[in-house]
């Protein structure tokens, strides 16, 4: 009768007149005493049910704080893991606290408790970690057994600018922005960004600074890193990094996606002009090595984001077994602007519209070193574990729809630089699904917006679309990546060294680059086309024919259009003699003389803003000025070819071509165009006579 008590248990003995069970049998009479026979013979009894005092559950906000509340209960049950440290014995310091806010764009101020460690219990290739905990602003007494656990870190190199620990808080909560942008387009699993602030120790020499961030116990790990590594066993990291391309126009991507489960920490933002977010940001290199090794998965799927184009060499690579040792060519560090490999070609321009961005308003997160520390004495948990604690991701409270977008339940965080209401009101004037709708990654796509681009009326859409204008940042990507494939980026190595670069997935590249009319691109597909020198993929070439001399005049007349000066050059160079023209194309001297004509402007424009007498090393692979404007008086006094003879122009062209070669230092040439002017001249004037 140990099992139940004396009251939970009663025979079977009512109704047994259709059982098989013996009523005569239910017990044992032995002398002195009597027992049970079997448990069989008895069943528990029901016990009530307790009717709950709470409040009933009736809508999704009630049910979310009822959550808080038991997660609460949860916490004050648990024993503090930083008790062992003995943090009590360490002086109490008030220190300044600065947190950003990424709504108003302004910084916060205000003062804390806390006390920290005098010794470094871990650290990682820049910054050392101390433990600390921190007193709640809103308690009414000092009591620092219920302190929260935080973690911070100090780089140790003491050289680095104050405004550094700034610019790093910035770049996170930047980041947490488009967290809270990803997770209102509903991907399967949420992800959260941990919060950060400064600490300002103003009463130590020199008023040190340190980050301040939640500690939490679990498995760290990296996802990706801003230079080309992806940890492919998670499929959410890997499409935020492509979602941020896509939702941001091309303009940025977060990545180096690291943290506990899918609480990140310590991102890096390339943008694509690569002038801020610090020496991690790599700009459009950064995007094509995040490219290079991503392949879409059911996250970027669900969530509506394009492929990225890759040659058909590439997928494979991607795709087959062997992916796995050619991704570990890809360093999981974070490499700073100018460690990667040098990569010629500027940078695109780069809209300022993430500041219109809102930060994510969910839940304050805990934090482990994001650097992969090694421990100097022990892990931060248990002064004698060598591993932290495995840690299992908590359950995602249910979120609160707003406006038809999804928004995490207010989490009561005290270290948020500003208020629920603030978001709130924010998220209820925009639908963030449509605010800031995702531009395709692939170039059928980007071709379309840029054919449409003519009938966007709005402003804002104007604005989210400058690279339509402009150079397609797109385009600059996949021209990045044709230029690491010449260089051996992708390539692996074998015992005899490294293999020839896949010169037909440089040559993919260059291409969707022209397509998307990036200039750079569009004058080295023209001159490979056309049998040419080129600077680019300079051992590549195609087969000499008829159609590809079609195809690379076409890409001149590209580039030209783009105001490229030596195409410009080259293209008025076919009209006027036929070299490099096409035999569906005929010698037209008009259509010459109006590319020499242009390019004599540019070349005007440009030697405005030198010294020298209308001369660059710009215009190396042009003829100068002054046989420019012989050329086309030429052209003029002989006629033809679609043009009239016009000996009165000739002349003074003539004339002015012996101008330029005088500034030139060119006597002898100037004194022949001089003696072919006054023949012009001549020649003019007995035109002139001879018409009635």
């Not at 405004?163 to 947490?176: G, I, N, S, T, W």
């Not at 604690?389 to 339940?409: E, V």
């Not at 699904?433 to 379309?448: A, L």
Request: charged fraction near 25%; proline fraction near 4%; hydrophobic fraction near 35%.
């Amino acid at each position: 009768m140990d099992l139940f008590e004396e009251d939970d248990i009663f025979p079977l003995t009512e109704n047994l007149s259709n059982s098989f069970v013996d009523p005569s049998n239910l017990v044992s009479c032995v002398p002195g005493q009597m027992y049970p026979i079997g448990m069989e013979n008895f069943r528990q009894k029901k016990k009530p049910v307790q009717k709950s005092k709470s409040i009933p559950l009736t809508n999704s906000v009630t049910m979310a704080r009822h959550r808080w509340h038991m997660a609460a209960a949860k916490l004050k049950r648990l024993k503090d893991p930083w008790t062992e440290f003995d943090l009590n014995k360490y002086p109490t310091e008030i220190v300044i606290r600065h947190r950003y806010n990424a709504i108003k764009k302004e910084w916060i101020t205000d003062e804390c408790k806390v006390k920290i460690e005098d010794k470094q219990f871990a650290n990682g290739a820049m910054r050392a970690c101390f433990r600390l905990k921190k007193l709640s602003n809103f308690v009414h007494k000092e009591s620092w057994e219920h302190a929260a656990n935080y973690v911070a870190k100090s780089y140790m190199d003491k050289s680095i600018e104050r405004e550094r620990y700034f610019d790093d808080v910035r770049l996170q909560m930047d980041a947490k922005l488009w967290a809270e942008i990803f997770n209102r387009h509903n991907p399967p699993k949420k992800i959260d960004m941990f919060q950060m602030s400064i600490l300002e120790f103003v009463n130590r020499d020199g008023s040190p600074l340190f980050h301040l961030e939640h500690f939490i116990e679990g498995e760290y790990i990296k996802y990706n890193s801003n230079s080309g590594f992806v940890e492919d066993t998670r499929s959410t990291p890997q499409a935020f990094s492509h979602f941020t391309f896509e939702c941001s126009n091309h303009e940025l991507m977060v990545v180096d996606v690291q943290g506990v489960g899918d609480l990140y920490t310590d991102p890096q933002i390339h943008t694509a002009k690569g002038d801020d977010y610090g020496d991690g940001n790599l700009g459009c290199k950064g995007f094509a090595l995040f490219f290079s090794s991503h392949v879409c998965n059911r996250v970027c799927r669900s969530i509506g984001l394009t492929e990225f184009d890759l040659s058909p060499n590439e997928l494979d690579k991607l795709h087959s077994k062997k992916a796995q040792t050619s991704l570990a060519s890809f360093s999981a560090a974070t490499i700073c602007r100018g460690g990667e490999e040098l990569v010629v070609g500027s940078p695109t321009s780069f809209c300022e519209i993430l500041r219109r961005r809102v930060r994510n308003m969910s839940t304050c997160s805990d934090d482990l070193e994001s650097e992969g520390y090694e421990s100097s004495s022990s892990s931060p948990m248990s002064p004698h574990s060598a591993k932290p604690i495995s840690f299992n991701r908590p359950s995602q409270s249910n979120p609160i729809a707003i406006n038809g977008a999804r928004m995490r339940t207010q989490s009561g965080c005290l270290d948020s630089a500003f208020s629920y209401d603030e978001a709130a009101s924010y998220f209820n004037k925009i639908d963030a699904r449509k605010h800031f709708k995702p531009k395709p990654s692939c170039v059928n796509g980007q071709q379309r917006l840029m054919k449409n681009f003519d009938h966007f009326e709005d402003d804002d859409d104007e604005e989210e679309n400058l690279d339509t204008q402009n150079e397609s940042i797109l385009g600059q990507v996949h021209l990045e990546m044709a230029k690491y494939h010449e260089m051996g980026r992708f390539t692996e190595q074998t015992n005899s060294g490294y293999d020839f670069y896949d010169q037909e997935s440089a040559f993919f590249h260059l291409k969707q680059a022209a397509d998307l009319g990036l200039k750079e691109a569009l004058v080295n597909m023209a001159k490979i086309y056309l049998q040419l020198p080129h600077d680019l993929l300079s051992n590549y070439s195609v087969t000499e024919n008829e159609l590809n001399n079609e195809i690379g005049f076409d890409y001149l007349t590209k580039s030209a259009d783009l105001e490229d000066k030596n195409s410009l050059f080259v293209l008025a160079k076919a009209y006027e003699s036929g070299v490099n023209l096409p035999k569906s194309k005929q010698i037209d001297w008009n259509l010459a003389s109006v590319y020499y004509k242009k390019l004599l402007q540019m070349i005007e424009e440009e030697s405005a803003s030198e010294d020298d007498a209308g001369y660059s090393d710009t215009f190396a692979q042009c003829d100068p000025n002054y046989l420019i404007l012989a050329c086309l008086a030429e052209m003029n006094l002989k006629g033809g070819h679609k043009m009239p003879k016009n000996a009165a122009i000739a002349a003074d062209l003539y004339t002015e071509a012996a101008d330029k070669a005088i500034q030139y230092g060119k006597g002898r040439i100037a004194n022949k165009y001089y003696m072919l002017a006054e023949e012009a001249a001549a020649a003019a004037t007995s035109q002139d006579e001879q018409e009635p």
